[in-house]
């Protein structure tokens, strides 16, 4: 079972993102989901979640710029990120508690640079 994020990368500051996370076939995003960040030398915080009925909360620096969302066709999570600033710069990383594991993905990279 495991999560592969991808989408990351180098956008200049009020660019945009869309970050992704597939699931493999044995966890489903219909769960619980949530995207979180980490920069170097910080601890790792909760950016969005998404609830298995829907509801949606945003860390309070992004509300506004996020958006976090599912396709359950694809089986994949997804993080629209608008209006990226500098401070927004981390490893994004997907993360469900599922079948008893506490489930991360390797983590992407993104950059908010010019």
């Known amino acids: 079972e495991h999560l592969v994020e991808s989408g990351g990368g180098l956008v200049q500051p009020g660019g945009s993102l869309r970050l992704s996370c597939a699931a493999s076939?044995?966890?489903?995003?219909?769960?619980?989901m949530g995207w979180y960040r980490q920069v170097l030398g910080k601890e790792r915080e909760l950016v969005a979640r998404?609830?298995?009925?829907?509801?949606?909360t945003y860390e309070e620096s992004v509300k506004g710029r996020f958006t976090i969302s599912r396709d359950r066709a694809r089986n994949t999570l997804y993080l629209q990120m608008n209006s990226l600033q500098p401070e927004d710069t981390a490893v994004y990383y997907c993360?469900?508690?599922?079948?008893?594991?506490?489930?991360w993905g390797q983590g992407t990279q993104v950059t908010v640079s010019s």
């Open positions: 993360r469900t508690v599922q079948m008893g594991h506490d489930l």
């Open positions: 076939r044995r966890i489903s995003i219909m769960h619980d």
């Open positions: 998404i609830t298995a009925g829907g509801s949606t």
